[in-house]
């Protein structure tokens, strides 16, 4: 990127996010279609972003792969809806603002100063992922 772009994790954000450890430039698509960093692993029915930077660096953190953890801005293509695998079901009123698309993100640039969950909460997170994981739960519901 051509230039660092700080933010806050403002909750009234007009920003969306995009957490990855996918190595992207200005302009690039994001598309649904590839296989999901969570779960089985099956292919991506949808492509998903945030509002707060608080849920984009969770969705870096936890990204599968060698890659550095990224942090994009990102533009919708097309119709958002809240995501169904945070929303209701684990935080009411989904104030994650966590939301899914059939359609592409495009990459409006990076953030590069943020800061991660501390070592022992990234822990704690993996553990819980991994024993639902265990018990067969689905952490994407498509």
């Known amino acids: 990127m051509d230039k660092s772009i700080k933010t806050t994790n403002n909750q009234n954000s007009e920003n969306y996010y995009h957490g990855t450890k996918a190595d992207l430039k200005q302009g690039d698509l994001i598309e649904p279609g590839f296989n999901s960093n969570y779960g089985q692993r099956k292919n991506a029915k949808y492509i998903y972003l945030t509002a707060t930077l608080n849920a984009a660096t969770w969705g870096a953190e936890l990204a599968l792969g060698e890659g550095a953890e990224r942090i994009y801005i990102v533009e919708p293509t097309g119709a958002i809806e809240d995501d ?59």
């Open 84 to 142: 169904p695998n945070l929303t209701d079901k684990k935080f009411p009123g989904n104030p994650t603002k966590s939301y899914r698309s059939l359609y592409p993100l495009r990459v409006m640039g990076e953030i590069t100063e943020w800061e991660g969950h501390s070592p022992e909460l990234l822990k704690e997170m993996k553990d819980h992922i991994e024993r639902l994981k265990q018990q067969g739960i689905e952490a994407i519901e498509d």
